[in-house]
């Protein structure tokens, strides 16, 4: 398992960044690092920011 930031808002700038820069999705950027992707969205979501399949970034 991946050790990724905690604070929601670090988290959203290290998930997009691995999204930019090594996965296609979501959800095999979730599988490769071990960790939860409903956990992660629910995170996210609690600073309003919800994944778009089509820029695959949190916007």
């Known amino acids: 398992m991946a050790n990724i930031p905690k604070d929601p808002v670090m988290l959203l700038s290290y998930?997009?960044?691995q999204?930019?820069?090594f996965y296609p999705s979501l959800n095999e950027c979730?599988?490769?690092l071990g960790?939860?992707?409903e956990g992660i969205?629910?995170?996210?979501a609690s600073i309003d920011y919800r994944y778009d399949n089509e820029k695959n970034q949190f916007v």
């Open 15 to 17: 998930i997009n960044t």
């Open 19 to 21: 999204l930019r820069d």
């Open 30 to 32: 979730c599988l490769s």
């Open 35 to 37: 960790i939860e992707e």
């Open 41 to 44: 969205i629910q995170s996210l």
